[in-house]
């Protein structure tokens, strides 16, 4: 039986590492951060933006009361805001978010950018303790 050299052995290792994703001491990323809220009465909001620079291509995913709903980038007078579609019987929803502080609520008209809607929870992002857990605020 041939012994294998250690040069094929480090090149073997190091596949099997880029497969597994390590990426040595770093924290690997698959993707977009989970950025935690608040609401009140301790209720929790967890969201996802994606493509937060393109607005075009903005949206979020927010997940509420076991329920996930995509939004995409809409106008507005301050902040950010994200839309989502009308559902069958149900209203459109928008999160809104002005620094550290977001909202959920229900809209009427999605084009009246003015019109906060119907509030459904108010929420405050939650940030660790030892450091920066989600986005920047310039990539929502």
Request: aromatic share 8%.
């Amino acid at each position: 039986m041939k012994t294998s050299s250690p040069l094929a052995i480090t090149a073997l290792v190091g596949a099997a590492f880029m497969l597994s994703g390590f990426a040595g001491g770093g924290r690997v990323s698959s993707g977009p951060a989970i950025v935690p809220y608040v609401c009140e009465g301790g209720r929790p909001v967890s969201a996802i933006y994606e493509h937060g620079g393109d607005f075009l291509h903005a949206k979020v995913l927010i997940t509420y009361d076991g329920r996930t709903t995509e939004l995409e980038a809409a106008p507005t007078l301050y902040g950010s805001r994200y839309m989502s579609e009308a559902g069958a019987g149900a209203q459109p929803l928008a999160w809104s978010l002005r620094g550290e502080r977001a909202w959920l609520s229900e809209v009427t008209d999605a084009a009246d950018v003015a019109n906060p809607g119907r509030p459904i929870a108010q929420c405050t992002r939650q940030r660790s303790a030892g450091g920066e857990a989600g986005h920047s605020e310039g990539e929502h």
